[in-house]
C-alpha cells in the first residue's frame, strides 16, 4: 500500500513537470511562460526534497523561486507583448520535431539500459569514508569544498565572468516607480530577517544542507528586495568597495590554497586539523562574492559613476604607463 | 512499478527533449532562454534520479554537488544571456 | 532510517495520502496560472503553490525523516514574497 | 493517540487547501480568489503545521515550524495586497 502511494504521488509529480515544462516552452504569451516557469522551478525544489537532495531543494528554491524568478520578470519589461511564436517554415518545424522525438527515445533507450545493466560504482563510500578528514559532517559540502575543490573555485571564476560580462555590457537599467509604504514597511523586518537566514545557511552548510551558494543567493534576494522598494533612494557601494567584493571569494580560495600548498605541496590540500575553518573562512569569503554578483547581475548593467571611476584610472594608465586591468 | 530511479531519469529525458526542441524552433531570446534552462533542468533530474537509492539508503552525494554547482552556474548565464540581449536590443533601436 | 516518527504504517499512509491530496489542490491551482486572464491571476496560482509546496515539504519532511526539509520550507516561504515584489514592481513603470 | 490527532489536524488542513485551489479556480474575479488563497495559505497550512509539529520528536524543529507558519502569513498577506494593488493600478490606467 505504501509503495503504491509513493508511485502515485511520484507519477503524479513527473507528469505536472512534463506538462509545466511543454506549456512554458509552447506558449504564446511571455507572462504565461515565465509564470508557468517559475512554477517549475517551485515544483523541482520539491522533486529534489523527494529524492533526498535536501542541498538541492534548498539551492532551487533559493534561486529557482527568488533570483531567477526577478531576473526573468525584469526582463519581461524589455519585450512587453510580443507573442512567442516560432517563425520557422513548417517543413523546418517538422523535422526539428522529428529529431529531437528520436533523440529522447535514443536517450530513455540509454538511460533505461544504463540502470538496468548494472548498479554502477557509487561514489557515495568513499566519501563517507573520507568525510572524517574533510573537517565537514555534511557530505556534500566536504565534496563541494575539500573533495572537488577546484571545481568549486572554477565555479566562482564562471560567476565572476558572467557578470563582468553584464557589467560590460550595459548601464544600469532605469529605476522603478517609488514603491508603496507597505512595501517599504514589510522590507523593514524582511531584509534582516533574510540576512540572518543567510547567516544561518552559511553556518548550517558544515554539519547539514547550506553553505555559500544558498546563502550568497538569500543575500542576493535581500538586496534585489532592498532596490526594489527603494529604487529612489539609491545610493550606490562606491566602486572600489564593489570590485572587492566581487573579487573577494575567488582571492580568499586562491589564497588559503596557496598557503596549503606551502604546508602540504598540494594546491587546495587542506590539512585535516584546520579543514574546518578554512572552510567556513573560504565559504563566507564566496557567499559575499556570490551575493555581490548575483545582485549586480538582477540591475543588469554597470552603476551610474562606473565610469569616471574608470576614467581616472584609464587617464593613470594613459600618462603613468603601466597597464591596467 | 517501474523504479522511482527509472521514472525520475525517463522524466529527465522528457524534459530535456521538451527543452532542446523549444530551443531550436523559436527565434527570439526569451523562449529560448526558458527551454534552455528546462534542458538544463532535465539534465539535473537525470543526474540526481540515478543518485537517488532508494527510501533506506542515503542518496550519492557527489552528483548532489555537481548539481548544485550547475544550478548556480545556470542562473549567471541567465542573467548573461539577459544582459547580451538587452545590448542587442539597444543595437537594433540605435 | 525510519526513526519513531513515521514508524507506524497507518501514519504513514495517511501521510502519503495527505501529500498526494495536496499535490492534487496545486494541480487544480495551476490551472489559473495557465488560463488566468490577467497576470496578477497567474501570480494567485505562483503564490498557492508556494504555500502548497511549503505545506508539502513538511510532510516530506516526517516521512523521508529529513529535517533539513525545515528549512527549505523557511525559505520557500521567504523567498515567494520577492517573486511578487519583482512582479509587482517592475511592470508598472509607465504611470 | 498524537498521531491520529495529528492526521486529524493535517487532513482539516487539507481540506481548506482543497477549497481554496478550488475557491482559486472557480471564483469569478481576481479579488474573490485573493480571498480565497488566503483561506487556504493561512488556515490551512496553520492546521497542517500544527499536525507536523505533533509528529516532530525534535522541540528545536518545533519552533522552526512555528517561524515557518508565522513567515507564511506575514508573506501572504503582503503579497496578496500587492498584487491586488497592482491589478488596481493597471486596471485605473485603462479607463
Not at chain 1, 176 to 188: A, D, F, I, N, W
Not at chain 2, 33 to 39: D, H, I, M, W
Not at chain 4, 45 to 69: H, Q, R
Request: glycine share 8%; charged share 10%.
Amino acid at each position: 500500500m505504501i509503495e503504491l502511494l509513493w508511485s502515485i504521488f511520484d507519477i503524479t509529480l513527473v507528469l505536472l513537470l512534463l506538462a509545466l515544462a511543454w506549456n512554458t516552452c509552447s506558449t504564446r504569451d511571455v507572462m504565461r511562460a515565465v509564470t508557468l516557469f517559475i512554477a517549475m522551478g517551485l515544483l523541482l525544489a520539491i522533486v529534489w526534497a523527494r529524492l533526498k537532495a535536501p542541498d538541492l531543494a534548498l539551492a532551487e528554491a533559493v534561486i529557482g523561486a527568488g533570483i531567477s524568478g526577478a531576473l526573468l520578470l525584469s526582463a519581461i519589461r524589455d519585450y512587453p507583448s510580443t507573442p512567442m511564436v516560432s517563425q520557422r517554415s513548417t517543413l523546418i518545424e517538422g523535422i526539428i520535431n522529428i529529431l529531437t522525438l528520436a533523440l529522447t527515445i535514443l536517450m530513455s533507450w540509454a538511460v533505461w539500459h544504463g540502470l538496468n545493466m548494472s548498479d554502477g560504482v557509487r561514489l557515495s563510500g568513499q566519501v563517507i569514508s573520507q568525510l572524517p578528514v574533510s573537517g565537514v559532517s555534511n557530505p556534500v559540502t566536504a565534496v563541494l569544498l575539500n573533495f572537488r575543490a577546484y571545481d568549486t573555485l572554477l565555479e566562482l571564476a564562471v560567476v565572476l565572468t558572467a557578470v563582468l560580462t553584464v557589467l560590460t555590457l550595459n548601464e544600469k537599467r532605469a529605476d522603478y516607480v517609488v514603491s508603496g509604504r507597505l512595501l517599504q514597511g514589510m522590507t523593514h523586518w524582511l531584509v534582516p530577517l533574510l540576512v540572518v537566514t543567510s547567516g544561518y545557511l552559511l553556518w548550517v552548510g558544515a554539519h547539514a544542507p547550506g553553505g555559500a551558494f544558498q546563502a550568497g543567493a538569500m543575500l542576493a534576494a535581500a538586496m534585489i528586495l532592498l532596490r526594489l522598494a527603494y529604487p529612489s533612494k539609491q545610493q550606490e557601494f562606491n566602486n572600489v568597495l564593489l570590485r572587492v567584493l566581487l573579487v573577494i571569494g575567488i582571492f580568499t580560495f586562491v589564497l588559503v590554497g596557496l598557503w596549503m600548498m606551502s604546508l602540504n605541496d598540494d594546491f587546495l590540500a587542506f590539512t585535516p586539523a584546520w579543514a574546518g575553518t578554512l572552510i567556513l573562512i573560504i565559504e563566507t569569503a564566496a557567499t559575499v562574492s556570490i551575493a555581490a554578483a548575483l545582485t549586480l547581475a538582477y540591475r543588469g548593467g554597470r552603476p551610474k559613476d562606473w565610469e569616471d571611476a574608470n576614467r581616472t584610472s584609464r587617464s593613470i594608465a594613459e600618462n603613468g604607463g603601466q597597464d591596467d586591468q | 512499478m517501474i523504479s522511482e530511479q527509472l521514472l525520475y531519469s525517463l522524466a529527465g529525458v522528457g524534459l530535456f527533449g521538451i527543452g532542446l526542441r523549444a530551443t531550436l524552433l523559436h527565434h527570439m531570446l526569451l523562449p529560448r532562454l526558458l527551454a534552455l534552462n528546462v534542458c538544463g533542468a532535465g539534465v539535473f533530474l537525470i543526474f540526481i534520479a540515478i543518485a537517488y537509492g532508494g527510501l533506506k539508503i542515503m542518496a550519492d552525494p557527489v552528483p548532489h554537488a555537481l548539481v548544485l554547482t550547475g544550478i548556480v552556474v545556470a542562473v549567471s548565464a541567465t542573467a548573461m544571456a539577459l544582459a547580451l540581449g538587452r545590448r542587442l536590443e539597444a543595437l537594433d533601436d540605435e | 532510517m525510519m526513526s519513531s516518527g513515521a514508524s507506524t504504517s497507518i501514519l504513514t499512509i495517511a501521510l502519503l495520502i495527505a501529500l498526494n491530496l495536496l499535490l492534487f489542490s496545486l494541480i487544480i491551482g495551476l490551472f489559473r496560472a495557465w488560463l488566468g486572464p490577467s497576470v496578477e491571476d497567474r501570480f494567485s496560482a505562483i503564490l498557492l503553490m508556494g504555500t502548497g509546496g511549503v505545506a508539502m515539504l513538511l510532510i516530506l519532511s516526517i516521512l523521508l525523516q529529513i529535517t533539513a526539509l525545515y528549512d527549505v520550507a523557511l525559505v520557500l516561504a521567504l523567498l515567494a514574497v520577492v517573486g511578487t515584489v519583482a512582479l509587482t514592481q517592475s511592470k508598472s513603470d509607465h504611470d | 493517540m498524537i498521531d491520529t490527532l495529528a492526521i486529524l489536524a493535517i487532513f482539516s488542513g487539507l481540506f481548506f487547501f482543497l477549497s481554496g485551489s478550488i475557491g482559486l479556480l472557480r471564483l469569478p474575479d481576481l479579488f474573490s480568489r485573493l480571498h480565497a488563497l488566503a483561506k487556504a495559505d493561512n488556515v490551512g497550512l496553520a492546521l497542517v503545521a500544527l499536525g507536523v509539529i505533533m509528529l516532530e520528536p525534535a522541540v528545536i524543529n518545533d519552533i522552526k515550524i512555528v517561524i515557518i507558519w508565522i513567515l507564511v502569513m506575514a508573506a501572504s498577506a503582503i503579497s496578496s495586497h500587492l498584487v491586488a494593488r497592482h491589478a488596481l493600478r493597471e486596471n485605473r490606467e485603462d479607463d
